[in-house]
């Protein structure tokens, strides 16, 4: 606990414990790749939990949300117990949030706390404590860590030039209970208005459109399920985007990024709306504009094709 | 922007009529348009409480009806019939009749918690969809729906391996709804992928498709939570009868 106390957040987040979650090994292989490379440009170290499971997403939680809350504890019962990690870092929204909806669960509802423990002593692990490691996101850790100063500094390819419509997603500030640090006054997240990807993305030069629905929903629950509602959610971020005069959309969330590169090609076939908007991880923008290429941050991962654009802007 | 509701009145409930008189009173026409009396005699007092016991709907009474989940919701903007606040409503009244107007739209809800960050009592209306949702499908209102099967064929295999892999659930999930897989959006998106993706990664991404990527030692945990799914699987049937119903009917038969 001293620890935590006596070192900054610049000190506590530059060696963390990287949660990378199934998404980030699959779909959203590109935002694992490009996260790993700016980490390494930057000198912080990420240290991978060991033998990680299933964060339990919306999916366990729609079965049985004191099942996503063990799943998740057992995640940051690793890092604390048995790397003694005290910071957890996840870049996948998903995951993010399901960790913090964890954390607030085990604190609050003693109900949760007795099935985590019995599940936890069951599985053969020790059981999770609340407070025992902070959450935090890619966006945290790199605003934290290194700050828009230090950023700056570090500019190769400055972004200027480039439009971006910030997108956060839901999952990365609602509800607002289970984020406690956030909309905690100057300096700290905003649940209704977040702006950390605008700050991070600003001081590496690039020009953030008035965008209104950074925290608008994709559908991406329902992608596969009700892929037409989703389609009409999306195609509405997309058109919003273009008509704010965005070239790119800014994703931080593996979910909603292929949300929005999958109906962007379905709105088109299925709605007649075409749009041109490039959808690019924010951890591949930065890296870009550390001066790494565009293969070493995943761009060919990406389903949409961005490599013409981001060669016209001096990016390679 | 006011809240849209459904109307009270349904339009089968409206009488309009050409020539009447009543009494010596002529009451014909749109200015003395008659509204059908409306009777609910098929309470369900318990509904609050089924929809109370299943995961997500424990918040339920805290309701005051403020209204703020609906005017946030994500899905009401494209269909106003889509109304958390008034089903929230119907639920405690016991109203069940009136609910299942609504089954067929309950399960839309995409979680976006708008109505969770809103709400001044802390009811979690998302969760309680997802309970309503739930309680539809467990009482035999509507057949699962496309959203509950891919959330079992999720956690199926999160149960099974302590992982998922992205393209194995798509997979299943389209094999068990009997979808197609080659939908023209698909085969759209893969040549997307295929433009850029150097060989190699392909091939990894097919192994991840066929070998499930896995948690060691994961016995002990899968053992723990299937014994507590079926714990609670009990536990809900109990909760709302199904037992009492399936004896029932055998008695019938």
């Not at chain 1, 100063?149 to 509800?175: F, Q």
């Not at chain 2, 089954?103 to 979690?124: A, E, F, G």
Request: charged share 25%; hydrophobic share 35%; proline share 4%.
């Amino acid at each position: 606990m001293s620890d935590k106390q006596t070192k900054t957040s610049k000190q506590k987040y530059a060696e963390v414990a990287y949660y990378p979650g199934c998404a980030l090994e699959g779909s959203g292989h590109a935002y694992n790749r490009s996260t790993k490379a700016l980490g390494k440009a930057l000198g912080l170290k990420l240290k991978e939990v060991d033998n990680w499971n299933c964060c339990g997403a919306m999916e366990v939680k729609n079965i049985d949300p004191k099942l996503q809350t063990y799943l998740s504890s057992r995640v940051m019962s690793i890092a604390a117990n048995k790397m003694n990690m005290d910071v957890v870092m996840a870049p996948c929204n998903g995951c993010y949030h399901n960790l913090k909806r964890a954390e607030w669960d085990l604190e609050n509802e003693d109900k949760s706390k007795e099935v985590v423990g019995q599940l936890s002593q069951k599985a053969g692990h020790e059981t999770y404590q609340a407070g025992q490691v902070e959450t935090i996101h890619a966006l945290d850790w790199i605003k934290d860590a290194i700050g828009e100063e230090g950023l700056k500094e570090r500019v190769k390819n400055s972004l200027k030039d480039v439009k971006i419509a910030n997108y956060y997603g839901c999952m990365y500030t609602r509800p607002r209970h289970i984020f406690p640090e956030k909309d905690a006054g100057p300096g700290t997240e905003s649940t209704s208005k977040p702006h950390f990807m605008d700050d991070l993305l600003a001081a590496a030069g690039a020009e953030n459109v008035d965008f209104p629905l950074k925290t608008a929903c994709c559908g991406g629950a329902h992608t596969l399920s009700d892929s037409d509602t989703s389609t009409r959610l999306v195609a509405n971020i997309l058109q919003t985007a273009e008509a704010a005069g965005a070239e790119v959309i800014a994703t931080e969330c593996p979910t909603c990024h292929s949300g929005l590169e999958m109906h962007q090609i379905r709105a088109a076939k299925t709605l007649g709306i075409k749009t041109h908007v490039k959808i690019i991880y924010f951890t591949q923008l930065l890296g870009m504009a550390l001066g790494l290429k565009p293969r070493a941050v995943g761009l060919q991962e990406n389903v949409s094709d961005s490599f013409a654009f981001v060669k016209e802007k001096g990016l390679t | 922007m006011p809240i849209h509701e459904k109307s009270l009145i349904r339009p089968e409930n409206l009488e309009v009529h050409e020539h009447l008189e009543i009494e010596g009173v002529d009451v014909s026409g749109h200015w003395s348009t008659f509204i059908e009396s409306r009777v609910v005699s098929d309470y369900n007092e318990a509904l609050e409480d089924e929809i109370a016991a299943l995961p997500g709907g424990e918040h339920i009474h805290r309701c005051w009806q403020c209204g703020s989940c609906t005017n946030s919701c994500t899905v009401n903007e494209l269909n106003p019939d889509f109304n958390p606040r008034y089903w929230i409503y119907l639920i405690r009244m016991g109203m069940e009749s009136e609910l299942l107007r609504d089954k067929d739209i309950i399960w839309q809800c995409v979680s976006c918690h708008k109505c969770t960050h809103v709400c001044p009592r802390d009811v979690v209306p998302e969760g309680v969809m997802k309970a309503t949702s739930h309680w539809l499908e467990l009482k035999g209102h509507t057949p699962k729906s496309h959203s509950m099967i891919f959330d079992e064929v999720f956690s199926e295999q999160v149960f099974a391996t302590g992982k998922i892999e992205d393209g194995r659930v798509i997979k299943r999930f389209f094999k068990r709804t009997g979808q197609a897989l080659h939908q023209p959006w698909m085969v759209e998106m893969v040549k997307g992928m295929l433009r850029n993706l150097p060989l190699g990664l392909l091939t990894r991404m097919g192994l991840a498709t066929l070998v499930a990527p896995k948690t060691r030692g994961w016995g002990d945990a899968r053992a723990a939570i299937e014994e507590y799914v079926e714990e609670q699987e009990a536990y809900r049937r109990k909760a709302l009868g199904l037992d009492d119903l399936v004896q029932a009917a055998q008695r019938e038969i």
